[in-house]
């Protein structure tokens, strides 16, 4: 099984600031891999898939890079509707995983 | 508008068994694979199954290997996870997922279903 690992478990930051989210895996998935955001009480949202591609009706701030092993998303300015927990996801092998998240929170 | 929306949570004692259904609607069910992903109280995310688009393919995480089952009835646009000989750590919101494409990406979310494992 492939573990994920998101670093770091809490980020606090202003809104504006630049927020830069990692999830490293145990082992190359390529570029099999994607991020979700999910608020309190709701479901996840895709956000990037195959590790830089925005999905449909994500701003342009979320981007996301990296392959193999080491990946990086990237919110360019935070937005007050950004802090959230964020989860990586892996598909390069079964069975999937998820990264244990990261929060961003508001300092 | 794609709408995912699951039914059948409860409470349920250790050894239990329910079965989750997740009706879907706005997408042509059909022609895309679905996922079913848990997560426990203030806990992350678990991929726990999957089936492909036709139900030929199924599958699942090690942790509910022979315990639960996925289906599925294309005719009736509805997800099905068959969960049985259920323990304490398996209480979690469970959300049925649409796969996205042909990759195991989950664009569509429904709202989950609660299963509290408790005697």
């Known amino acids: 099984e492939i573990v994920l690992t998101q670093s770091p478990a809490t980020l606090s930051l202003s809104p504006g600031d630049r927020a830069t989210l990692s999830c490293r895996a145990s082992q190359s998935v390529g570029s099999s891999l994607a991020w979700y955001q999910q608020k309190p009480g709701q479901a996840p949202r895709l956000l990037i898939y195959?590790?830089?591609n925005r999905a449909t009706g994500i701003p342009t701030r979320f981007s996301g890079s990296g392959s193999g092993t080491d990946f990086t998303l990237t919110i360019s300015s935070l937005e007050p509707e950004d802090f959230a927990v964020y989860y990586c996801q892996q598909r390069g092998n079964w069975p999937l995983t998820f990264g244990g998240g990261t929060r961003v929170d508001i300092k | 508008e794609v709408q995912l929306l699951e039914s059948g949570g409860g409470l349920v004692q250790p050894g239990g068994s329910l079965r989750l259904s997740c009706t879907a609607s706005?997408?042509?069910?059909?022609?895309?694979?679905m996922s079913w992903v848990r997560q426990a109280p203030g806990k992350g995310l678990e991929w726990v199954s999957g089936i492909s688009a036709g139900g030929g393919n199924t599958y699942y995480a090690d942790s509910v290997k022979g315990r639960f089952t996925i289906s599925r009835d294309n005719s009736k646009n509805t997800l099905y996870l068959q969960v049985n000989s259920l323990r304490a750590e398996d209480t979690a919101v469970y959300y049925c997922a649409k796969v996205y494409g042909g990759a195991y990406y989950f664009d569509f979310w429904g709202q989950g279903a609660l299963v509290t494992v408790s005697s």
């Open positions: 706005g997408i042509t069910f059909s022609s895309y694979a």
């Open positions: 195959d590790a830089s």
